[in-house]
């Protein structure tokens, strides 16, 4: 018996996938969570019949969630989908939050056709309804592997997406996070990428990436007219076949003064040429951080647990909330470790009145790589559990799409 108490192996009734899967490390087979203890029970009796390492435990669909945030997607998953008032919507996080070898079992309080043909539709495998019996659910199981695995739906391609990245002090590694962001969507998610240091005197991404620094930008910000494909094109450095970076140096004797519509213009002439925009915003351009927000899909406020972090958090994340209503928000704690000053992270989120997404655990050694070598750390140290953390947001800042019969449903992707 392990650490988890209810697993045990016993593999001869595996399918072949979950077999294979089953024999490669400790990763759960099967993780149920069922809101009632009779059901419950039938649960456990199924799985322990059926799956040599499972864990069954009190919850629904919200306990399923917080389980697919930290942990690997299992094979087989078993929620109560009856905590919801609303099932389907409860569903589709959670839908998304899938490896492309999950198969779903979803049990309900409601015993109706249409919900079944919906939860089917958004790609849950079997829907049961309540009260189950052990047979009726052992059969379910039999059936999974016959079903084509739930797959995780695309990031939409073509949407004018615009993650704006901001640093609640400096230093935080908002750069680091833009960067990595920008380059995961493009190497990986393969998508066009523009990324776009709006800290024209003092950026960092040019240095960072080791390329010649982007000329006229700041005449380009105060003089609109001149922003167009050309102007674009001989502005911007490209990296790979998708990843385009726009990074000044300009001088510092003088301030910058964003016109905000050549911002405007600035933006869409980027959305032409890409599927998504990445935005370093600094600290320091109030103007443009409005503009960008404004007509940001989604937004990474990156922060220490400082106080003044948390102080100056909690203005970011209102400000967005305002200008980005529908956006995407999450939050990064970052450079935490090895302070005697920090916030504790449950006093942090309540003050902040939002959850910490994630912590990203330093990595000195690999930023170390990555500045040497000019490249991201993703690109640098694809191994590191930083990078690790950094791929698992960057998934969750594209929106995602499945059709449901006639309607179109839209929605962001949890950290998985
Ligand atoms: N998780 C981490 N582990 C180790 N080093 C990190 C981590 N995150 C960031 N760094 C390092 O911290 C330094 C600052 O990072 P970065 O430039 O991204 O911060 P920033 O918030 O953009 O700073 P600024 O406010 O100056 O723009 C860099 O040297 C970067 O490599
Ligand atoms: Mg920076």
């Known amino acids: 018996m392990n650490a988890l108490g209810h697993m045990r192996q016993e593999p001869e009734l595996l399918p072949d ?4 899967a089953a024999a490669v490390g400790p990763r759960v087979v099967c993780a149920a969570f069922v809101g009632d203890s009779q059901t419950r029970g039938v649960v456990r009796a199924a799985c322990e019949r059926q799956f ?3 864990l069954v435990r009190d919850g629904g669909t919200r306990e399923a969630l917080e389980y697919l945030a930290e942990n690997e997607p299992p094979r087989v998953l078993v929620v109560d ?11 589709l996080p959670i839908v998304a939050a899938f ?4 198969r779903v079992v979803a049990i309900g309080g409601v015993n109706d056709i249409n919900l079944y043909r919906e939860m089917v539709e958004v790609g849950v495998s079997e829907y049961l309804v ?4 052990e047979k009726t659910l052992l059969g379910a199981f039999s059936r999974l592997h016959d079903k084509p695995a739930t797959r995780a ?3 939409v391609a073509g949407r004018r997406s615009l993650i704006a990245v901001m640093g609640a002090r400096g230093g935080v590694g908002t750069s680091t996070v833009a960067l990595n962001a920008a380059w995961l969507i493009a190497e990986e998610q393969k998508r066009r990428v523009t990324l776009l240091d709006l800290d024209l005197q003092c950026g960092t991404l040019a240095l960072a990436l080791d390329i010649e620094p982007t000329r006229g930008l700041r005449e380009a910000l105060e003089h609109p007219n001149r922003i167009d494909a050309l102007f674009i094109s001989s ?4 990296l790979g076949e998708r990843l385009t970076v726009m990074a000044a140096e300009e001088a510092v004797d003088q301030d910058i003064h964003y016109d905000p519509p050549a911002l405007d213009r600035l933006i869409h002439a980027l959305h032409e040429q890409s599927d998504c925009i990445v935005v370093d915003l600094p600290r320091s351009a109030a103007g443009a951080r409005t503009r960008i927000l404004a007509a ?4 990474v406020i990156v922060t220490d647990l400082t106080l003044p972090a948390l102080r100056d958090s909690i203005r970011l994340l209102t400000l967005t909330r305002q200008l980005a209503p529908e956006a995407r928000i999450v939050v990064l704690a970052n450079r935490t470790e090895g302070r005697q000053n920090n916030v504790p992270r449950k006093e942090f989120e309540r003050a902040l009145g939002h959850p910490i997404d994630r912590i990203l655990l330093e990595d000195g050694k690999a930023a170390a790589a990555a500045a040497n070598s000019g490249k991201p750390l993703a690109a640098a140290s694809p191994k590191s559990r930083t990078v690790a953390s950094l791929r698992a947001v960057t998934r969750t800042l594209l929106p995602i799409e499945r059709k449901t019969g006639p309607m179109r449903l839209l929605w962001w992707r949890r950290a998985s």
Request: hydrophobic share 35%; aromatic share 0%.
């Open 17 to 20: 996938a979950i077999e294979a």
């Open 296 to 299: 940001a899909t989604a937004v």
């Open 81 to 91: 989908v009856t905590d919801s008032q609303n099932p389907l919507n409860a569903m």
């Open 99 to 102: 490896s492309d070898e999950t």
């Open 153 to 155: 739906p695309e990031p």
């Open 52 to 54: 040599p390492r499972h």
């Open 130 to 133: 309540k009260p189950i019996d």
């Open 235 to 238: 502005a911007s450095v490209k």
